[in-house]
């Protein structure tokens, strides 16, 4: 292999090391607020990367500056090797989707998919041939002479998403891209969209408040809270190991317990708590010392519930249920413990019949436990 390629090899698996898109620092204030506050972020060409965080935590200002709607106050954005900081919306390589998919009323769907490249010059004939390859790709090519009105809020949702990708953008930027549908609605329409975004190729970045939306559809998933990123990972990265306290009580449900470390062995940790009346055992050191204030978190659907009484020991507490709130294909018990403290379990439909046990109902006394395993251990 002579030099030369191997000097082009090398500068060829380097560029592929390179993210996609790098936000370097950002920072957006508003006045004396942060809105976005020193924000380091990488993705990889062709990611689905979701911002999940409740309102006002910056994910919906951070989209506007990658669209060039806002300036940051300091920091770079980066796409594929140019730095497009400072350049005006429609001089970025990217197209972006908005909740309420800013369709022309008074334009055909096949219009409004065409509108974007008539802006741009396209030849008649190649505008012709990309709005056919969209609307076949949203599956929409018999409606391509309806208006916006006559459609469903999903074809609609599709007839957006066509227009924004009929420019071939770099990278599309989805706000709440299905928030304006129902929940049946956006639960079919989910795994469709990702579908498509899939054979399409392109980089995606969308921001929502669905913890759902973001668990199905993204490949990796950004928690942010005012203005800050606390966690990013894949979606079972996030839900099974999250890394701080604001992340494990907003991604679905947890049972947080607040406690003093009092064993830190190489294979199992002991947590002190006055919630549960006794220890929790974790299956793994931590680094800490003892006596260090900690939480555990534990899942509902980790944590099991029982009317025979239980061996004592770590993990396990007496109670009684205080809720019970029935969701068809499962029950969440809410336990009360003695120190007052409520812990949920999420027990399958046909767990009690199997067991041929009773079904607990209120004011029973059951017993609650969780493997060792189970437990996560949060120190922030």
């Known amino acids: 292999m002579t030099e030369a390629v191997v000097a082009s090899s090398g ?61 940051p106050t300091s920091g770079k954005i980066i796409l594929d090797g140019q730095d497009i900081t400072q350049l005006a919306p429609y001089e970025r390589p990217l197209n972006m989707m908005f909740q309420s998919y800013a369709l022309f009323p008074h334009m055909t769907v096949e219009q409004n998919i065409a509108f974007g490249l008539k802006q741009d010059g396209l030849p008649k004939d190649e505008i012709a041939n990309r709005v056919l390859e969209m609307l076949d790709l949203v599956q929409l090519r ?8 006559q459609l469903s809020g999903g074809q609609q949702q599709r007839v957006a998403l066509a227009r924004s990708l009929a420019k071939r953008p770099k990278m599309l930027l989805l706000d709440e891209p299905l928030g304006a549908l129902d929940k049946k609605l956006r639960q079919q329409t989910q795994l469709e969209l990702v579908n498509t975004l899939e054979k399409v190729g392109v980089t995606c970045i969308m921001v929502t408040h669905d913890q759902e939306e973001a668990m199905t ?7 942010m809270s005012e203005g800050k990123l606390l966690q990013v990972g894949t979606p079972s990265q996030i839900y099974d190991y999250p890394n701080c306290r604001f992340t494990a009580e907003f991604i679905g449900e947890t049972n947080l317990f607040t406690g003093q470390v009092v064993v830190d062995e190489a294979d199992r940790v002991e947590i002190e708590t006055a919630e549960l009346g006794g220890r929790i055992q974790v299956s793994h050191g931590i680094t800490g010392p003892k006596g260090m204030d900690v939480w555990a978190s534990v899942r509902p659907e980790d944590v099991r519930i029982d009317i025979r009484p239980i061996a004592a020991g770590p993990n396990a507490a007496r109670g009684k249920v205080k809720e019970i709130a029935y969701l068809g294909s499962f029950s969440i018990y809410h336990v009360i413990l ?23 109902t209120w004011n029973d006394e059951v017993y609650v436990s969780w493997r060792a395993d189970m437990p996560v251990v949060l120190t922030a």
Not at 33 to 43: G, P
Not at 142 to 149: C, G, V
Not at 218 to 223: D, E, M, S, V
């Open 217 to 223: 559809m993204a490949t990796r998933i950004g928690i």
């Open 142 to 149: 018999k409606y391509a002479s309806r208006k916006p009105y």
């Open 338 to 360: 003695p120190s007052g403290k409520v812990v949920k379990s999420m027990v399958p439909a046909n767990r009690w019949y199997e067991a041929g046990e009773q079904e607990p």
């Open 11 to 71: 500068a060829a698996k380097a560029a592929a090391d390179q993210p996609y898109l790098k936000i370097a620092g950002i920072v957006k204030k508003f006045g004396d607020n942060f809105a976005v506050d020193n924000l380091d972020l990488e993705i990889q060409q062709h990611e689905i990367f979701a911002l999940l965080g409740s309102s006002g935590c910056g994910k919906s200002t951070l989209l506007r500056m990658l669209a060039g709607m806002e300036r």
